[in-house]
């Protein structure tokens, strides 16, 4: 039902400038394109008044088709989508990059200014066997950016400081409901999923002392795009959903592409998805035409899929 895996991750940003710097400049993404949001997509899709206007930077590796975009809305509200929350409450987490060198990354991040939810931790995961060092910092608008340093080989070969994005990660309530969304209708693959032995992501996540974590990783079978890693924690937390949407500044949706819309439209009605915008037909700048909808995925994850056709 879609297409290579995750095609964009989202971020609703304060200033393009200093979004650009970061993953631009300093993580070594390339620009891609540049361009005003058009006023169908704004009212329509993301359901913002009439008078709001957005651009949107669009990036990505060499070694990826998922775009990272940025878009600056104005008027935004000034509010982080994570400024009130919880690390692990329901909803969109952050987005992991592959680093060369992680001591030395946190070394320039804090020169820089930049605060860190966890410094390097150096462990074992249970479901590979690899030693890494991962680090969390806050990046732009409060989104967190993970860094992962493979330390046993085979180790990847990294060009610059930085290289392909890993996943994007999500805090759920269920993940029988992820599976159900992900596998059985989009046609995804569940390549991991397994309770965390005691304490292993606690430090790095900050969570309390005996919280119990499973982990699954998503992904689409030959994909080369992040895969959406799913973390489910005993206790309960609160749901993002009001908040995590523009104007409002931080990662707020993931979108994939389809090549039939309106045959996944009646799959999700068929299955009580609830379809919040569109369909939105609009004309872009590569002389596609673009129908997209936006949905409520599971744990009431903002959700985009669009279906790209060629205009002849």
């Known amino acids: 039902m879609i297409n290579n895996g995750i095609a964009r991750i989202l971020i609703s940003v304060r200033d393009l400038s200093e979004s650009l710097e970061f993953y631009r400049d300093i993580l070594q993404m390339s620009v891609v394109t540049d361009h005003l949001v058009e006023p169908e997509?704004?009212?329509?899709l993301w359901n913002l008044p009439s008078g709001t206007t957005a651009q949107a930077v669009c990036l990505k590796n060499d070694e990826q088709t998922t775009l990272l975009e940025l878009i600056e809305f104005k008027p935004h509200s000034g509010k982080n989508i994570r400024t009130e929350a919880n690390i692990h409450d329901y909803g969109l987490f952050g987005i992991a990059f592959r680093a060369k060198n992680v001591d030395a990354a946190y070394d320039y991040f804090q020169q820089q200014g930049y605060?860190?939810?966890?410094?390097?931790?150096?462990?074992?995961?249970?479901?590979v066997p690899v030693t890494v060092k991962e680090a969390i910092l806050v990046?732009?608008?409060?989104?967190?950016?993970v860094l992962i340093e493979r330390l046993t080989e085979p180790k990847p070969v990294i060009k610059g400081d930085f290289s392909i994005i890993l996943d994007s990660a999500?805090?759920?309530?269920?993940?029988?409901?992820?599976?159900?969304?992900?596998?059985?209708?989009?046609?995804?693959?569940k390549v991991f999923d397994q309770v965390l032995p005691p304490g292993m992501i606690d430090d790095i996540l900050q969570l309390p002392a005996g919280t119990q974590s499973r982990m699954a990783f998503i992904n689409?079978?030959?994909?080369s795009s992040p895969a959406l890693e799913f973390i489910e924690c005993s206790g309960k937390a609160q749901y993002l959903s009001e908040v995590a949407k523009p104007p409002n500044l931080g990662l707020f949706a993931i979108a994939f592409e389809t090549d039939d819309l309106s045959a996944l439209i009646d799959k999700f009605k068929n299955y009580s998805i609830k379809i919040i915008s569109g369909p939105v037909e609009i004309s872009s700048s590569d002389s596609n035409q673009v129908k997209a909808i936006t949905v409520e995925g599971p744990n009431r994850v903002n959700l985009q899929f669009l279906e790209l056709r060629k205009i002849d």
């Open 115 to 127: 605060k860190f939810i966890c410094p390097p931790i150096t462990y074992t995961p249970n479901w």
């Open 139 to 145: 990046g732009p608008n409060q989104t967190p950016i």
């Open 220 to 223: 689409q079978p030959g994909s």
């Open 41 to 44: 997509i704004i009212e329509q």
């Open 170 to 189: 999500q805090f759920v309530e269920n993940l029988e409901e992820v599976t159900n969304f992900y596998v059985d209708i989009l046609g995804m693959s």
